[in-house]
């Protein structure tokens, strides 16, 4: 890679021993991917909990501050494996209870803002067109790189740790003109009136398009959809497919036109979906059992706007005796949802709210589904009905409104 003098000065040693090593190990990923350069980025967003980083990662990150690491830009946290006003009453480990402390406690003395949100694009910061930042969680890399136009790869926890210390990230995959064309189209001749019918067109586009580097470009929708309506398109392409970028003509920056969005190439297919194809992908969903007994509104987090949906479906209601439904979402959020009286209105109807986490992390979910009995999980989200399946569960997706009717009745349909 070629450095630059600040580049080869960190190197050095002169920002110190933690910026030295933040730098090597960018040196060495960016070499990896090819890269010839490093590029300054505006902001990282970086995921760090104990479920996912263990006792390793842990001790990882005590080294760093020991070093007196600290970040050079504003970088912000994915969501974590505890709630821990919840955390005795899910039976989760108080020992790993403990160390998601002590890593948060050193995450804060590296000036990392512990924001615990997989929504940081709603909430936190959104980046303009042509930005660099260097973004993990493939749902947040989606949004900034689609939706925003900013660019972003997706950034590994330790990558994202060493580009907040460093302030620069090497320059490969999305952060190119080449990787940003569109791939091939897709006609959405669909109605999509709800978030979860977006969730399966982001199945139904990323299952049989598995690469990164695929770009769909949607078009002829009959409306320009919600910012909820594309984070959960978003997220299940990134889940499904494994996909960093989506077009969507007259919707996305860099979609002005179909032409513009395929950079003047011709499509590598042509792809439809119509209300048909959504209805064969909900009904082929296995009901197992018929166990009903959990509804998880999460995976992204809930937007304040998805709170005050949730809380007017809820209102009136009652989660069935024996059954669970929980809702995921950020402090931010959840103080306004309380300010607002949505958080009452869900707590009145037995709704379980969970701040800062997203149900498919928390610590010790497959032994909290033995301890349950729990056999399918129901929910809107099609990014976490995909992710959970490594903890067992047998997973169904279903609209809105459908979800709320199944917590309330405890019959799955």
Not at 401 to 413: E, F, M, R
Request: charged share 20%; hydrophobic share 40%; aromatic share 8%.
């Amino acid at each position: 890679m070629r450095l630059s003098p600040e580049e080869r000065a960190i190197l050095a040693g002169d920002r110190g021993e933690a910026a030295r090593r933040a730098l090597e190990y960018q040196v060495k990923v960016g070499e990896f991917w090819g890269a010839e350069r490093f590029v300054p980025v505006t902001n990282v967003h970086m995921m760090g909990d104990i479920e996912v980083m263990g006792d390793g990662g842990l001790q990882w990150l005590k080294d760093y501050a020991a070093l007196g690491a600290r970040c050079a830009v504003g970088t912000t946290t994915n969501a974590r494996c505890f709630d821990f006003a919840h955390c005795r009453e899910l039976g989760q480990d108080a020992g790993e209870a403990a160390k998601e402390h002590e890593l948060i406690g050193c995450l804060r003395r590296m000036d990392v803002v512990t924001t615990d949100t997989c929504i940081n694009y709603q909430t936190v910061y959104q980046p303009h067109l042509g930005e660099h930042v260097a973004w993990g969680d493939t749902g947040t890399v989606i949004y900034a790189n689609s939706v925003f136009g900013a660019r972003s790869n997706f950034e590994s926890g330790p990558a994202a740790l060493a580009a907040g210390i460093t302030g620069r990230t090497p320059e490969y995959g999305f952060h190119l003109d080449a990787h940003r064309k569109g791939s091939f189209t897709v006609d959405l001749q669909a109605r999509l009136d709800d978030l979860a019918d977006w969730g399966m067109v982001g199945k139904l586009v990323g299952e049989p398009h598995q690469s990164y580097f695929s770009v769909p470009v949607f078009h002829s929708a009959r409306r320009t959809p919600s910012a909820d309506e594309l984070k959960h398109l978003g997220a299940a392409l990134a889940s499904y497919g494994s996909m960093g970028m989506f077009h969507y003509v007259g919707v996305t920056p860099e979609a002005p036109s179909l032409e513009a969005a395929l950079g003047g190439r011709e499509p590598a297919e042509r792809m439809v979906i119509t209300d048909a194809d959504l209805e064969r992908a909900y009904a082929a969903y296995r009901l197992g059992d018929g166990d009903a007994r959990l509804v998880v509104f999460s995976g992204p987090q809930q937007s304040l706007f998805e709170m005050k949906q949730l809380a007017g479906l809820f209102d009136g209601r009652r989660v069935k005796e024996g059954s669970r439904c929980f809702v995921t979402t950020n402090g931010a959020v959840l103080a306004q949802a309380r300010a607002l009286g949505y958080a009452a209105t869900l707590e009145a109807a037995s709704v379980t709210i969970l701040e800062g986490v997203c149900f498919y992390i928390l610590q010790n979910l497959s032994l909290m589904r033995i301890k349950n009995g729990w056999q399918n999980l129901v929910s809107n989200s099609a990014k976490i009905v995909n992710i959970i399946g490594a903890h067992r569960f047998n997973t169904i997706l279903r609209r809105t409104q459908d979800c709320v009717d199944i917590a309330c009745t405890g019959v799955l349909k």
